[in-house]
């Protein structure tokens, strides 16, 4: 072949690749590369969808999910839903085109984002089966639904529609599709069972029917009535632009003015804000967006570095919650009754690239976990489980990253996947979650949300810690007190039988030895309350004076129960009482009810103490710095503080 | 808000996304997710690109990397390279749309195929700088080269012209694409450096003149101008065809007969399996392909699994080898002079998804290489290096799921990462290579391919605990040895002395001790050559008879200089010697020389033996069963073969 005509022949054949096309080839990029996984990220899918739908409607979910077997390893797969349905003309496009849908131009938290997920799912069972998918939706105003037959033609990446009808459907609204797939059904670990299971426990609000193909129906009811508010949805964050972006986000701005464009096309830019930015970045506020140029448009993106500008807004984020965690988290360990829930953490929210997110973690420990394997991971991210691709996972890199010997977990150098009896979960909430695929199956290890989640783990890797420290105490002290208690007394006896006199009373004897301040929190579960009793022991010599704090679980506290009223207590649940004198021997009591969390929905709380000096006592930690006490209780109060602390020790 | 609109608002959202719209939303797919990252992947996109468009064109690849510094983090990136170039008016499409391409529609093996890789570097250049990429191309007919600065308009992925230019070029013909991008330049680990060194080994026929942005320009000179075949296109296997892919195949077809559609669409079917497919599939071979329908399609399906049909072609793979592995493991130990380089695997070629594939893997261990970390992994896809998204790949799953106990190396709980003082290399190479994301970062954990690489890797470990055994064995035997040989002759001499007779011959008696068969290799570089001596020491006090085996590496061995010749050296290497009798205390020599491989190139062989108890020998392990001796020995040989032992042993 001659090379003259090389690069002809080579133009002949370089030609446009429909995303179809693309991904018709690539289909374990969507995640579908195994027959069991396919089956499984189809109802993931259709699930995603369909609680987004309701969620943005504003409707309480009640999904149907049902799988029947058609063949040896062709299955039918239904996923209906009582979103707001699906105007009719829309119908094909929504279903029959990749990278087609509602979400992608808008930032907020949402399951679905890419305009991918349905539709790959469909055209997943068009190449497996060659069968179309049958898609029926019903919108509020309509009296029947409206359905249809489709393939994807992926050469054009356009729906073929082979059949449209009109269906009496008994929903008042939504959307039901219906595939035939190659697949495998399977149960347990990665299953769709684990993943209906895992998207129930932290979707409460939604009710999920759910027909396996052998075996019986199983619902997992709605336990909660309250909908998440819709998500929210927010504009880009001058910090996370791109210069080459804000230079195209002005050439199409419909404003003629700088700062209009500025003030209206992001985030948290006010219009003194704007007028900064202008000022600072040299550039008159009056010109128009249409004729930024690279160099002015560099000197604003600068600008955006400098000004001070607001952190995103937060309420378009919607986390789990500590409580749904915990729940989670026992939901998950089932029978083999750990020893200690590590109080759930949610951090602050935090920005990446212009996008609001926000990390939580949850640490469960002990019990009959097995503790020679690897510690087991939930991965959550905008409430939806993420059951495949640990490794390549935000969440566990950043679980790999975190010394876990200083938390009491054994790791090999400190680094890597820490062993031991514990289930760590892991959510991540954004507008927009950085999946490293279009699978959604792993959050792309960004370092702002590695880190976020590193100091979640740490916080909570903390609270594991001083569980264990606690117990470990509680331990030694309680041997040594059982020990001078019963050893004490009898020699007491012994020594009064010799002298002939009455035994005499060795309670502050036993509290010299002692020389410990106990801290005993007992929780007893009747008629649906659990009715919680800290009792502070003083066994030392002398009398003592301290501040007990605790975190309140609110919305499960019933405020007319505390005893005595807090000190303080803040809306974060925080309360803190400035105790009285406790004589040598007495002690005092706290109480509190709290109701509506089922039998294992309390176990135990965080204590912690100021006011003493916190190697006297046990079963309480001193309280961490981030309490921010002074700023909250009221100026003049002398309570606590390590001052009072030398003068309390020293009384009585 | 009425509901009665809201399915009509939620439509007015429903729109298409672009596919520039979406990588540019989401760049970290593409590998964009870190500044460090970032400039990476635009050098490997890059890379990738001019090496395939060399090799597709039959020239020796002779590449420019350059990287400028042009602000705090802002680079300037430029790759030449001297392949066919592009002709004019396809310049803009190639590089200013996303999904366009001369790969994607081929089957075979080349690293860039998707259409996406060089485009999404400039898109990700022009995101993050507001800068338009120039690229230059000329072909071999031209006399100037064409230059044109080009952006991508994202909402259509359609390139947008700035400037159109002709250039005078040194180079006869190539091309060279320039961009600025947000970057950041690092060395060591996941480095450009680190990339381009180990592109370099594995394509030792390649030229790469690099200029990094600081310090001196690093040349990776050519080492070999054997240029690996273009690769060769291949038809998809009826194996790996879907259902709805093979209906719509048929549809499009150019045939008018089944059986002709099936026999010029597909790899391996021959006119005759064409007409059993049809008979097994009961559909008639003269019906038209258009017309195929899913109840047929379905038959000829299953029919595909029932007729015998060949595998894929293999002659378009191109493995590394072994000998480019070795160099590649020596290159990255460095100094570390480790103890062993395992002789690498190349497993035969496999089939995937319809895809021949090809697993290899290369194991050295000790020395100075740390003990107390996970092995270091080196993964290569169709001869381009991965450095990210290791846990996300089937070369670490394989790696973990193997229990490395067997061969030496420390595991928990044999599975997960092995740790020890050992690099594995793992290379696949594949029509198509089925990598997780666009990013091509990680290989799909496809069960067929970890299966493989699994294969690949236990044949390496049995390779290295062979290695271990000998070592443990040649180490005790030595031992005993040293004792023997300088105890005796003392007390032979004392004893002469005493009874003043003169001292006795032992060797005999040493021999008796022993009673070894020892097998020693010594190698010694000079004048470019290795001379190799295999002494085998008849140790026992029998003579003895055996048959020692080798693996020569023929690209290298000066055939004149074997030894005695081999009874017989086959294709692949394999080389046995039928020895004549070793008289105890005597020994047996074979000699050859091996030239080009450069001083550290050759440092042991493997050697194995049959026709004695294995028992008896050290240096040498028994004949593992895959040499099908039985099949390549001429018949009426009476060479080797255990019945042999029994006499051999008793003889003498």
Chains 1, 2 share one sequence.
């Not at 005092?588 to 912690?608: N, P, S």
Request: glycine share 8%.
């Amino acid at each position: 072949m001659p090379r003259q005509s090389f690069a002809e022949r080579l133009a002949a054949k370089q030609r446009e690749i429909s995303v179809s096309e693309f991904f018709e080839r690539n289909k374990h990029i969507l995640g579908f590369d195994s027959a069991t996984k396919a089956l499984l990220t189809s109802v993931k899918e259709g699930v995603d969808n369909a609680l987004d739908a309701c969620q943005e409607y504003g409707v309480l979910p009640d999904l149907l999910v049902q799988i029947d077997r058609v063949d040896r390893d062709e299955y039918h797969l239904v996923v209906e839903d009582n979103g707001p349905g699906i105007v009719k003309r829309q119908v094909p496009k929504v279903f029959g085109r990749l990278l087609y849908g509602s979400r992608f131009h808008t930032w907020s938290q949402t399951r679905g984002q890419q305009g991918l997920g349905i539709s790959g799912a469909i055209l997943y069972g068009q190449i497996t089966t060659g069968k179309p998918a049958v898609v029926r939706s019903k919108t509020a105003q309509d009296d029947v639904a409206y359905q249809i037959e489709l393939l994807i033609d992926t050469k054009r990446n356009r729906p073929q529609v082979l059949k449209r009808d009109f269906q009496v459907w008994d929903r008042e609204h939504g959307t039901r599709v219906e595939t035939h797939l190659r697949g495998r059904f399977i149960n347990g670990r990665q299953s769709v069972m684990e993943y209906l299971r895992a998207t129930a426990i932290v979707n409460p609000y939604a009710r999920i029917v759910f027909q396996p193909p052998d075996g019986a129906r199983r619902t997992f009811d709605r336990v909660s009535s309250e909908l998440p508010r819709p998500p929210v949805e927010v504009k880009p964050h001058p910090y996370g632009v791109e210069l080459g972006t804000l230079l195209q986000m002005a050439k199409e701005s419909s404003h003629r003015r700088l700062t209009a464009f500025l003030q209206s096309d992001f985030s948290r830019i006010s219009s003194r804000v704007a007028k900064e930015i202008c000022r600072e970045a040299e550039v008159p506020p009056e010109s128009h967006p249409k004729n930024l140029n690279l160099s002015r448009a560099k000197r604003i993106h600068v600008a955006f570095r400098r000004v001070k500008i607001m952190a995103p807004p937060t309420d378009c984020l919607s986390p789990i919650g500590q409580r749904l965690i915990r729940t989670g988290l026992r939901n998950v360990v089932g029978s083999l009754r750990p020893e200690f829930y590590a109080p759930p953490v949610t951090r602050p929210p935090a920005v990446y690239g212009g996008h609001p997110f926000q990390a939580e973690v949850g640490i469960v420990y002990g019990g009959e976990l097995p503790g020679d394997r690897p510690v087991e991971i939930l991965r959550y991210a905008n409430r939806a489980p993420l059951l495949y691709q640990q490794g390549a996972c935000a969440t566990a890199q950043a679980i790999e990253s975190v010394d876990w010997r200083r938390y009491g977990l054994e790791q090999r150098g400190g680094r890597g996947m820490p062993y031991g009896p514990a289930i760590i979960l892991v959510h991540v909430c954004a507008t927009r979650v950085p999946f490293t695929s279009e699978a959604k199956e792993a959050i792309s290890p960004i370092p702002e949300i590695v880190a976020e989640i590193v100091r979640a783990l740490q916080e909570s890797g903390r609270r594991l810690r001083s569980h264990m420290n606690k117990k470990a105490r509680r331990a030694k002290t309680s041997e040594k007190f059982e020990i001078v208690r019963s050893v004490l007394p009898l020699m007491a006896e012994k020594s009064a039988k010799i002298t002939g006199r009455p035994p005499p009373d060795i309670t502050r004897t036993i509290a010299k030895i002692m020389n410990v301040i106990w801290i005993d929190e007992r929780v007893v579960f009747e008629d649906g309350r659990h009715r919680v009793r800290v009792q502070v022991y003083n066994y030392t010599s002398a009398r003592k004076r301290l501040a007990l704090h605790a975190v309140l679980p609110l919305d499960a506290l019933d405020e007319a129960t505390v005893q005595p009223a807090p000190t303080q207590l803040r809306a974060d649940g925080k309360a803190s009482w400035k105790l009285p004198w406790i004589p040598p021997t007495e002690k005092v009591v706290i109480a509190f009810e709290l109701v509506g969390l089922g039998r294992r929905g309390y176990e135990e709380g965080d204590l912690f103490v100021s006011g003493v000096p916190t190697t006297q006592v046990v079963g309480a930690e001193p309280l961490p710095g981030d309490w921010d006490l002074e700023a909250t209780l009221s100026e003049g109060d002398d309570l606590p503080g390590d001052p009072l602390a030398e003068e309390v020790a020293e009384s009585g």
